[in-house]
């Protein structure tokens, strides 16, 4: 086989690992942990059962993947976001506000529940522990980048960076079951505030 052929079956051959892995996001997200096998997420992509398994032997594979997908994009996200912070007092916002968009959209809802899965699975529990620990590390990091760029906050930033996230999560779990984003931009504003008063912005 050619080079230039190769090309094309290579190229093939991500898009459709990619359509699984995007569909298994959002069938997590609006189905659960039981509906989303291998097979139900194949059918759902338009893609034959054989051509998902080929990717992805066992769903824990897909899981794994889909986790690490989401890592990448979350963190990239909130990476570009540090790159175009405004100056000044709403830097606060911006950060904060990603910080909560990290726990609220749909990539969160997708890995909700494979951690509700999780909590009575120990293999899957060994398997995204690690996965879990590095979003949150990254998360805290680029939000205590955010929240203080100089480092001139210190132990203070880093604590008020956990305290985000932990609301952040906290809002997350709380949108599951129905719109809480009223709500949730209240409280969001309220922290705002208690967070410039702390970092004097």
């Not at 759902?44 to 989401?70: C, K, N, W, Y």
């Not at 996200?77 to 968009?101: F, H, K, W, Y």
């Amino acid at each position: 086989m050619t080079v230039a052929a190769r090309e094309p079956r290579q190229e093939r051959s991500r898009q459709t690992r990619e359509r699984l892995l995007s569909v298994t996001v959002d069938m997590l997200a609006a189905k659960g942990w039981s509906a989303t096998t291998v097979t139900a997420v194949a059918e759902a992509a338009g893609v034959s059962r054989g051509a998902a398994q080929h990717h992805f032997p066992a769903r824990e594979d897909l899981i794994t993947a889909v986790l690490e997908s989401m890592f990448e994009v979350m963190t990239a996200e909130a990476a570009q976001t540090l790159e175009n912070l405004p100056e000044g007092p709403e830097r606060i916002d911006a950060v904060v506000e990603r910080a909560v968009s990290i726990y609220t959209g749909l990539q969160f809802k997708a890995a909700l529940q494979v951690w509700a899965a999780a909590a009575s699975d120990e293999n899957l529990r060994e398997l995204i522990l690690p996965l879990e620990a590095k979003l949150a590390r990254a998360a805290h990091k680029l939000t205590v980048a955010g929240l203080d760029p100089t480092g001139a906050h210190g132990a203070t930033a880093h604590r008020l960076a956990q305290i985000t996230l932990d609301l952040a999560r906290g809002f997350g779990l709380a949108d599951t079951l129905s719109d809480d984003s009223a709500r949730r931009a209240q409280v969001t504003a309220a922290w705002v505030q208690q967070m410039k008063a702390a970092l004097d912005v």
